[in-house]
Protein backbone atom coordinates (compact mmCIF):
# COMPACT_ATOMS: atom_id res chain seq x y z
CA UNK A 1 0.00 0.00 0.00
CA UNK A 2 1.13 3.67 -1.23
CA UNK A 3 -0.22 6.26 0.42
CA UNK A 4 -1.30 9.31 -1.45
CA UNK A 5 -1.65 12.73 -1.06
CA UNK A 6 -4.33 13.77 1.81
CA UNK A 7 -7.38 15.24 0.21
CA UNK A 8 -8.64 18.76 2.17
CA UNK A 9 -12.23 18.64 2.32
CA UNK A 10 -14.87 21.39 3.63
CA UNK A 11 -17.59 20.40 5.44
CA UNK A 12 -20.70 21.20 3.74
CA UNK A 13 -22.24 22.56 7.29
CA UNK A 14 -20.23 24.93 8.57
CA UNK A 15 -16.71 24.39 6.12
CA UNK A 16 -14.78 23.08 9.03
CA UNK A 17 -11.45 21.31 7.16
CA UNK A 18 -10.87 18.05 7.00
CA UNK A 19 -7.87 15.10 5.66
CA UNK A 20 -9.57 12.50 4.02
CA UNK A 21 -6.48 9.73 2.89
CA UNK A 22 -6.09 8.77 -0.43
CA UNK A 23 -4.08 5.58 -1.99
CA UNK A 24 -1.52 5.66 -4.77
CA UNK A 25 -1.32 1.97 -5.22
CA UNK A 26 -3.01 -0.65 -2.63
CA UNK A 27 -3.03 -4.48 -3.05
CA UNK A 28 -5.95 -7.15 -2.08
CA UNK A 29 -3.25 -9.63 -0.62
CA UNK A 30 -4.73 -10.85 2.40
CA UNK A 31 -8.41 -9.76 2.23
CA UNK A 32 -10.95 -11.57 4.27
CA UNK A 33 -14.53 -11.94 2.80
CA UNK A 34 -17.40 -12.55 5.63
CA UNK A 35 -20.64 -14.24 5.09
CA UNK A 36 -22.50 -10.66 5.52
CA UNK A 37 -20.68 -9.13 2.83
CA UNK A 38 -18.41 -7.06 4.04
CA UNK A 39 -14.90 -7.74 3.00
CA UNK A 40 -11.41 -6.37 4.54
CA UNK A 41 -8.78 -5.26 2.43
CA UNK A 42 -5.80 -4.93 5.58
CA UNK A 43 -3.46 -3.31 2.62
CA UNK A 44 -6.29 -1.13 1.01
CA UNK A 45 -8.32 0.45 3.90
CA UNK A 46 -11.53 1.96 2.71
CA UNK A 47 -12.04 6.01 2.95
CA UNK A 48 -15.58 6.71 4.81
CA UNK A 49 -18.74 7.46 3.19
CA UNK A 50 -20.41 9.14 5.72
CA UNK A 51 -18.61 11.47 8.42
CA UNK A 52 -19.26 13.31 11.62
CA UNK A 53 -17.71 17.09 11.36
CA UNK A 54 -14.84 17.54 13.75
CA UNK A 55 -16.16 20.70 14.68
CA UNK A 56 -19.61 21.59 13.95
CA UNK A 57 -20.69 17.63 14.81
CA UNK A 58 -23.35 17.06 11.82
CA UNK A 59 -23.09 13.89 10.20
CA UNK A 60 -22.40 14.50 6.17
CA UNK A 61 -21.80 12.25 2.89
CA UNK A 62 -18.02 12.77 2.03
CA UNK A 63 -19.05 13.32 -1.19
CA UNK A 64 -21.34 16.28 -0.22
CA UNK A 65 -17.94 18.39 0.86
CA UNK A 66 -16.22 20.85 -0.74
CA UNK A 67 -12.91 19.90 -2.10
CA UNK A 68 -10.42 22.63 -1.24
CA UNK A 69 -7.20 20.60 -1.88
CA UNK A 70 -4.66 18.22 -1.20
CA UNK A 71 -1.54 18.07 0.69
CA UNK A 72 1.14 15.74 1.55
CA UNK A 73 -0.15 13.19 3.71
CA UNK A 74 1.31 13.51 7.55
CA UNK A 75 5.08 12.43 8.31
CA UNK A 76 5.53 12.46 4.71
CA UNK A 77 6.72 16.02 3.62
CA UNK A 78 9.91 16.36 2.07
CA UNK A 79 13.01 17.34 3.40
CA UNK A 80 12.57 20.51 4.60
CA UNK A 81 9.61 19.60 6.47
CA UNK A 82 6.75 21.99 4.59
CA UNK A 83 4.30 20.10 2.99
CA UNK A 84 3.32 19.96 -1.04
CA UNK A 85 0.04 21.36 -1.83
CA UNK A 86 -1.96 21.89 -4.75
CA UNK A 87 -5.33 24.23 -4.63
CA UNK A 88 -8.11 22.52 -6.68
CA UNK A 89 -10.13 25.92 -7.09
CA UNK A 90 -6.97 28.33 -8.26
CA UNK A 91 -5.27 27.97 -11.15
CA UNK A 92 -2.11 29.78 -9.89
CA UNK A 93 -0.38 27.43 -7.79
CA UNK A 94 2.33 28.56 -4.79
CA UNK A 95 5.96 28.56 -5.39
CA UNK A 96 7.72 26.10 -4.36
CA UNK A 97 8.18 25.61 -0.28
CA UNK A 98 5.33 27.98 0.27
CA UNK A 99 3.84 26.83 3.47
CA UNK A 100 0.42 25.60 2.53
CA UNK A 101 -2.79 27.49 3.60
CA UNK A 102 -4.20 28.35 7.21
CA UNK A 103 -5.61 25.35 8.79
CA UNK A 104 -4.24 22.68 6.34
CA UNK A 105 -1.66 20.72 8.19
CA UNK A 106 -3.69 20.59 11.47
CA UNK A 107 -7.06 19.89 9.83
CA UNK A 108 -7.84 16.10 11.29
CA UNK A 109 -8.52 13.06 9.54
CA UNK A 110 -12.01 11.99 8.68
CA UNK A 111 -13.35 8.85 11.03
CA UNK A 112 -15.20 6.25 10.39
CA UNK A 113 -18.73 6.07 11.65
CA UNK A 114 -19.45 3.29 13.72
CA UNK A 115 -22.72 1.43 13.70
CA UNK A 116 -24.55 4.56 16.85
CA UNK A 117 -23.20 6.76 14.07
CA UNK A 118 -24.81 5.15 10.98
CA UNK A 119 -28.03 4.86 13.29
CA UNK A 120 -27.84 8.68 13.83
CA UNK A 121 -27.39 9.03 10.19
CA UNK A 122 -30.59 6.97 9.21
CA UNK A 123 -32.55 8.87 11.89
CA UNK A 124 -30.66 12.47 11.00
CA UNK A 125 -32.49 11.48 7.45
CA UNK A 126 -29.45 11.33 5.39
CA UNK A 127 -30.56 8.54 2.97
CA UNK A 128 -32.39 10.95 0.24
CA UNK A 129 -32.67 7.54 -1.97
CA UNK A 130 -33.93 3.82 -1.33
CA UNK A 131 -29.69 3.06 -2.71
CA UNK A 132 -28.65 5.64 0.28
CA UNK A 133 -30.84 3.80 2.83
CA UNK A 134 -29.66 0.57 1.98
CA UNK A 135 -26.20 1.69 2.36
CA UNK A 136 -26.66 3.10 5.65
CA UNK A 137 -28.36 0.05 6.60
CA UNK A 138 -25.53 -2.60 5.18
CA UNK A 139 -22.87 -0.46 6.89
CA UNK A 140 -24.64 -0.28 10.10
CA UNK A 141 -24.66 -3.94 10.00
CA UNK A 142 -21.30 -4.31 9.59
CA UNK A 143 -20.08 -2.22 12.21
CA UNK A 144 -22.25 -3.81 14.47
CA UNK A 145 -20.98 -6.92 13.52
CA UNK A 146 -17.36 -5.78 13.84
CA UNK A 147 -17.63 -6.69 17.80
CA UNK A 148 -17.67 -10.52 16.57
CA UNK A 149 -14.75 -10.15 13.66
CA UNK A 150 -12.16 -11.56 16.24
CA UNK A 151 -14.47 -13.83 18.15
CA UNK A 152 -14.04 -17.53 18.21
CA UNK A 153 -17.03 -17.69 20.63
CA UNK A 154 -20.89 -17.99 19.16
CA UNK A 155 -23.71 -15.36 19.61
CA UNK A 156 -22.02 -13.14 16.76
CA UNK A 157 -25.23 -11.88 15.39
CA UNK A 158 -27.10 -9.06 16.15
CA UNK A 159 -28.93 -9.17 19.02
CA UNK A 160 -29.98 -5.25 19.68
CA UNK A 161 -33.44 -4.04 18.93
CA UNK A 162 -32.14 -1.62 16.72
CA UNK A 163 -29.50 -4.00 15.13
CA UNK A 164 -32.60 -6.39 14.41
CA UNK A 165 -35.08 -3.63 13.23
CA UNK A 166 -32.32 -2.43 10.77
CA UNK A 167 -31.90 -6.26 9.35
CA UNK A 168 -35.53 -6.37 8.90
CA UNK A 169 -35.92 -3.25 7.09
CA UNK A 170 -32.74 -4.22 4.85
CA UNK A 171 -34.93 -7.92 4.01
CA UNK A 172 -38.11 -5.64 2.79
CA UNK A 173 -35.59 -3.08 0.93
CA UNK A 174 -33.67 -6.16 -0.68
CA UNK A 175 -36.66 -8.16 -1.65
CA UNK A 176 -36.46 -8.99 -5.63
CA UNK A 177 -33.18 -7.59 -6.10
CA UNK A 178 -29.87 -8.76 -7.80
CA UNK A 179 -27.33 -11.53 -6.68
CA UNK A 180 -25.60 -9.36 -4.34
CA UNK A 181 -29.06 -8.56 -2.48
CA UNK A 182 -30.26 -11.65 -2.95
CA UNK A 183 -26.74 -13.01 -0.69
CA UNK A 184 -27.32 -10.03 1.98
CA UNK A 185 -31.02 -11.08 2.63
CA UNK A 186 -30.24 -14.58 3.11
CA UNK A 187 -27.51 -13.57 5.36
CA UNK A 188 -30.04 -11.04 7.07
CA UNK A 189 -32.37 -14.04 7.32
CA UNK A 190 -30.11 -16.37 8.71
CA UNK A 191 -28.51 -14.21 10.83
CA UNK A 192 -31.88 -13.59 12.56
CA UNK A 193 -32.86 -17.46 13.00
CA UNK A 194 -35.14 -17.42 10.01
CA UNK A 195 -33.39 -20.34 8.39
CA UNK A 196 -36.68 -21.47 6.56
CA UNK A 197 -37.02 -17.91 4.57
CA UNK A 198 -32.87 -18.04 4.30
CA UNK A 199 -32.88 -21.09 2.30
CA UNK A 200 -35.94 -19.87 0.34
CA UNK A 201 -34.17 -16.70 -0.19
CA UNK A 202 -31.34 -18.51 -1.88
CA UNK A 203 -33.23 -20.59 -4.41
CA UNK A 204 -32.25 -18.51 -8.00
CA UNK A 205 -28.68 -17.59 -7.09
CA UNK A 206 -26.68 -18.36 -10.44
CA UNK A 207 -23.43 -20.46 -10.59
CA UNK A 208 -20.94 -17.60 -10.14
CA UNK A 209 -22.34 -17.34 -6.20
CA UNK A 210 -22.07 -21.36 -5.73
CA UNK A 211 -19.00 -20.82 -3.05
CA UNK A 212 -21.10 -18.38 -1.14
CA UNK A 213 -24.45 -20.20 -1.58
CA UNK A 214 -22.49 -23.57 -0.26
CA UNK A 215 -21.01 -21.67 2.93
CA UNK A 216 -24.86 -20.05 3.33
CA UNK A 217 -27.07 -23.37 3.12
CA UNK A 218 -24.30 -25.05 4.86
CA UNK A 219 -24.42 -22.60 7.83
CA UNK A 220 -28.12 -22.85 7.50
CA UNK A 221 -28.58 -26.42 7.90
CA UNK A 222 -26.59 -26.30 10.77
CA UNK A 223 -29.04 -23.65 12.64
CA UNK A 224 -25.91 -21.43 12.74
CA UNK A 225 -26.56 -17.76 12.74
CA UNK A 226 -23.00 -17.09 13.92
CA UNK A 227 -20.90 -14.20 11.71
CA UNK A 228 -18.34 -16.25 9.65
CA UNK A 229 -15.57 -15.77 7.36
CA UNK A 230 -16.63 -17.00 3.94
CA UNK A 231 -12.77 -17.05 2.37
CA UNK A 232 -9.96 -15.72 2.97
ZN1 LIG B 1 -19.09 21.09 10.12
Known amino acids: M ?7 LG ?5 ALSRLFTLASSEAE ?6 DG ?13 VRCHACSQLHWVAECKE ?5 PVGMEPEGGVPRFALFEKPEQAEPGAP ?8 PHMQSLDEAGYFAALSGGLAKTPEQEVELRVHAWWRGNDRFRKLESSGRYPTSNEAIENL ?7 EGGDHEFVLFRAEALRQLGRFEEAEEA ?9 LAREKANELINAKSRDLEVLFA
Open 100 to 107: PPDGWVNA
Open 30 to 35: GAISWT
Open 2 to 8: IPGPDLI
Open 202 to 210: LYGLCSDYA
Open 11 to 15: CPHCG
Open 168 to 174: ERLIVMM
Open 68 to 72: IGMID
Open 38 to 50: YQQFPHAPRQPNV
